[in-house]
């Protein structure tokens, strides 16, 4: 039964790391030229896209009491504001190298828990909320995140020639 | 941890739900002038991806062992052939229909499975090599056709205005 619990947490977290997997191949094939194109006319940019993806990544580290987002000011341009707002979005090569290490240290943490902490609530629900919806724990966070980035994977592909 | 393993279960086959209720109400949204138009100029149609979903799922049935697919004829057309190809598809009104059959039938199913068959081989990996790797069973298959749900819906999505 123990083999059982480890297995559902192996599906999910292969899942999500197979995922990171393809978007990072994807990542390195687009130049920074695909890269600032937009997806489709009047929509995302594969600039923005990137970015978004690094600060919802990042993001998971707090929400998954995990530690500090390493880069929390790419919330404001990647998550609360849209693609042609009027701030400053970081150079793709800079998001690069962010993309790496955000990546880096969130994988090492997931990596160490135990299958007891992947069952753990996240941070952003209540004890009591958390006796009544036991699913809302790390591993929930991990899955509904591993398909919000195929969701991205889907565009960004469509910027390859 | 049977505690355990039922929360993964209703972990992964929400996501499902959830990803295909999303997917449902985007595509009830677009009208059949919008699933005409490529989604990228030279790329799939949004009546490609709506019959290349059914497809996939559709042969989730024997995949899963569940039974057999209700329309084995439509994976010639939209998986094992491109958009391009010369075969005719399925009116859009048609392929509608074959949508909402194939997931009342799928779900159906599914929900009906215990926990136990959950974690059960799926019919493409045999006895020797599932003892080898026992994350090849049914709840690996949702969870990726989930993934695989969530790219194409982050495709249709930009077929809205």
């Not at 390195?28 to 594969?46: A, C, M, S, W, Y």
């Not at 699913?135 to 980035?149: A, D, K, M, Y």
Request: glycine share 4%; hydrophobic share 40%.
């Amino acid at each position: 039964m123990e083999n059982k619990n480890n297995l559902a947490v192996k599906i999910v977290f292969d899942g999500f790391k197979s995922n990171l997997k393809r978007a990072t191949k994807l990542l390195n094939e687009l130049t920074e030229k695909d890269l600032l194109q937009e997806i489709v006319i009047f929509k995302n940019t594969g600039h923005y896209v990137l970015g978004h993806l690094i600060a919802i990544h990042d993001n998971m580290l707090p929400l998954l009491g995990l530690g500090d987002s390493l880069y929390p000011e790419l919330a404001d341009v990647f998550i609360k504001n849209p693609d042609k707002s009027e701030l400053q979005k970081p150079s793709i090569t800079h998001l690069r190298i962010q993309w790496d290490e955000v990546h880096q240290v969130l994988l090492t943490k997931l990596a160490s828990l135990t299958t007891e902490q992947w069952f753990e609530k996240h941070t952003a629900v209540s004890d009591e909320d958390f006796v009544k919806e036991p699913q809302r724990n790390r591993l929930n966070v991990v899955l509904s995140r591993g398909n919000h980035l195929s969701y991205h994977i889907g565009q960004i592909i469509l910027l390859k020639n």
